[in-house]
């Protein structure tokens, strides 16, 4: 194989001839959502009667009525055909973190030998896929297939399109014969559920009686990587694992810092537009396209929507960009670190609180000092942060974002608030007793006439924290580029509905005790602030100076994903998604047991593709230079200083991978927890060694020896 004609032949064979060219002439208010059954659109085809029963469940949460059943999936139907839809499926978030579906067509036979087009209440209400296939933690025993997908009317129908038609999604909630949740969004459901009656509940507590809904609301940044499909195709490590189990550092990474926010290249702004195109057809919000630090990595980022849209709507964010790539000749990589020594992905979520009525509940106002409704809400999520910081770093936990949390590109494992110079200043004056002036925030000077001056924001950004207040909601930053977020805002709705109830409960002791309101809220912000500053942190968290002071804080650091995963059923978090009816002590110990089963799986595959391709690819390649260079037949100290090289460097990888074996094939025991364990204390390791002597070859074998697409190559080639 000539090497080299991999990235000549990447960098031609790519041209935008044949690819449509439609999208920057379509209007994008013609186009939005017009790939959506929404509300309105399904209001006009139902009778009044009947869509008023059908809106009391999907803005209340009240009951459906099994008896418009019928009328609502003939409208869906209908709407489906006229769309050229010829099948539909119950699309659903089962517990792998990613979406599924069965397609069934809308034909069905008649007795008289032709066939019409069917779909009954029934078919819309309730589906009933195989449950043994799916990962249920012992919830469903191979035997036990039975189980249901459940229609969620809160979250719209859509159209999926393909080359060669298009499919009804119907959204929908999965669970086993026996009721537990076998997915991630029927949790999220009860955790919206449960901060709603929470909030409304201290909304009270302010005179705020217009509100009958609160919702989580979010919107989250997906990064991800480009490489061309030519490179992906010849990389079996990326194929498999979705990450480079190999490749040394070339002599330019990101250190120039003139990818981010740079000049998109044209394949690749073709291919955002294109994505773009499909998702405002879907009616996801997408607003935002740049390139991101590493070089070939990029960023697409909605504007915020209730948090289960918003959750559905990044399945199909990610299931886009994967899709379309391949139209362009590229591949979207979605794993939190396909390659090292550069910034891994992340997902951004930016969570906050919104009435109905559309009041969001984290906005400080113009002036924060004196809006204490914010205050109490404020100081609830950071009660919240504080008290389950083991929670927040268990809903990112994964072997593929160990790679990146507490490096020095993403947030520290350890947990801690960003509030801001004026919040945290603040909360302080609370404290001691000072009057709440608060800070100025003032005017930012931009040093020139031309340019207007710019009311400068409460608090600076700081991207080294995992979750920062910025304006009017807080980014979580540490959840994974790959996986799912209904789990990380399921975790965040319970644990803040949680601490509000708490402070709602504080608030009205010390009313029945004769304290006016207004005292009453003062004295808990000033105790709940006390109790929990230690969470707030406004500094450097890549420093090494903060991993020494959380500690002294008594902050939890946990560092890998398996020391999180074990406190998931520590019994104060069974007892706290108990009373909030998200997760009983079942779904709870089947999801740790699931989180166990894909990290040992996840590090296994990794294992075993190292393994093969040291032993199938770089050795052989590295001999074959070997023998290359033994055959010369001419006396040279270059000569004879490459062989030594090339021989010690093979000999160290091939003792490396004879270990990086022993281990892959030991497994580590017979539990799942025993075998997860052995993956990270022995395979990791392992394989590490084997790469650090692949990666020392891969700088002196000749280039026409070596196997694997370098990431000078992939990375820059575009």
């Known amino acids: 194989m000539n090497h080299e004609f991999d990235v000549v032949s990447a960098a031609r064979n790519w041209r ?35 869509w008023k029963s059908l809106q009391a469940t999907m803005e209340r949460g009240a009951p459906i009525d099994p008896a418009i059943a019928d009328t609502v999936a003939l409208a869906m139907k209908t709407w489906a055909l006229e769309k050229g839809a010829t099948h539909y499926t119950h699309w659903f978030q089962p517990l792998t973190g990613a979406t599924a579906e069965k397609h069934d067509s809308f034909v069905s036979p ?100 217009d509100a009958n809904k609160v919702s989580s609301t979010l919107g989250a940044e997906q990064e991800y990587f480009l490489i ?44 955002m537009t294109d994505v773009e195109h499909q998702l405002y057809a879907l009616g996801v919000p997408v607003k935002t396209r740049h390139n991101e630090v590493a070089p070939g990595q990029y960023e697409i980022a909605p504007i915020f929507e209730h948090s289960n849209i918003a959750a559905d709507h990044q399945q199909l964010i990610m299931q886009t960009l994967k899709n379309t790539a391949r139209r362009y000749g590229m591949v979207a990589l979605l794993h939190e670190k396909p390659f090292a020594g550069i910034n891994g992905s992340g997902k951004h979520c930016n969570w906050s609180m919104g009435t109905d009525t559309g009041m969001n509940l984290l906005e400080p106002g113009e002036t924060p000092h004196d809006n204490m409704q914010f205050l109490f809400f404020c100081a609830a999520v950071i009660r919240a942060v ?22 020095n590109e993403a947030p520290p494992a350890i947990l801690s608030i960003f509030l801001g110079a004026e919040l945290t200043d603040i909360f302080e004056r609370l404290v001691s007793g000072k009057s709440l002036t608060g800070k100025s925030a003032g005017l930012l000077g931009l040093g020139t006439p031309v340019l207007p001056p710019l009311p400068r924001h409460a608090g600076d950004r700081n991207r080294t924290s995992p979750f920062a207040f910025t304006g009017n909601k807080f980014e979580f930053r540490a959840v994974g580029s790959s996986q799912s977020i209904s789990m990380p805002i399921t975790v965040l709705n319970t644990i803040v509905a949680e601490s509000i109830d708490a402070l709602t409960d504080e608030v009205e002791a010390l009313m029945k005790k ?86 040992f799986k996840t590090i296994n595959i990794e294992g075993e593709t190292t393994e093969w391709i040291a032993q199938t690819q770089i050795l052989p390649g590295a001999l074959a230079y070997l023998a290359e260079l033994s055959g010369v037949g001419v006396k040279s100290k270059a000569l004879a200083r490459t062989i030594e090289q090339v021989s010690k460097a093979a000999d160290a990888l091939s003792d490396a991978l004879e270990k990086l074996k022993v281990q892959n094939a030991e497994l580590g025991g017979d539990t799942v927890h025993e075998k997860a364990y052995h ?11 084997v790469r650090k002597a692949a990666d020392a070859l891969e700088r002196i074998v000749a280039d026409k020896h070596w196997p694997l697409p370098s990431y000078r190559e992939m990375l820059f080639v575009k």
């Open 16 to 50: 935008l001839d044949g690819m449509s060219r439609q999208v920057s002439s379509d209007v994008v208010n013609e186009v939005f959502a017009r790939d959506v059954l929404t509300p309105e659109e399904l209001r006009q085809r139902l009778s009044k009667p009947v």
């Open 110 to 209: 008649t007795s008289d030998g032709s066939a019409i087009a069917q779909f009954s209440g029934k078919d819309l209400i309730q589906g009933e896929p195989d449950a043994s296939s799916f990962p249920s933690g012992g919830l469903r025993a191979t035997f036990e297939a039975r189980g249901y997908t459940a229609w969620d009317p809160t979250s719209p129908a859509f159209i999926l399109r393909h080359s060669n038609g298009a499919t009804l999604c119907i959204p929908t909630a999965f669970a086993s014969w026996t009721g537990e949740a076998l997915d991630l969004k029927t949790p999220l459901l009860r955790s919206i559920e449960a901060l709603n009656k929470s909030a409304l509940r201290a909304l009270a507590l302010f005179g705020v009686t």
């Open 228 to 271: 061309d499909e030519e490179f992906y195709y010849r990389r079996p490590d990326l194929v498999m694992t979705g990450r480079t189990l190999f490749g040394a550092k070339p002599p330019r990474g990101q250190e120039l810092e003139d990818h981010y926010f740079g000049s998109i290249p044209d394949r690749v702004l073709s291919f």
């Open 386 to 407: 504080d008290l389950h910081q083991d929670l927040l770093r268990i809903s990112v936990a994964s072997a593929s974002n160990d790679h990146r949390l507490g490096a």
């Open 514 to 599: 004769k304290k006016s309101f207004e005292a009453a809220l003062q004295e808990v912000l000033k105790s709940t602030y006390k109790k929990h500053s230690r969470i707030v942190f406004n500094g450097d968290g890549y420093s090494e100076a903060w991993h020494k002071e959380a500690a002294k804080r008594d902050l939890l650091n946990l560092r890998t994903a398996l020391e999180a995963i074990e406190r998931l059923t520590d019994e104060k978090n069974i007892e706290l998604f108990a009373k909030y009816g998200v997760l009983n002590r079942r779904e709870l110990e089947a999801r740790q047991e699931i989180m166990f089963d894909q990290y």
């Open 679 to 689: 993956m990270r204390d022995r395979v990791l390791p392992a394989m590490q060694e």
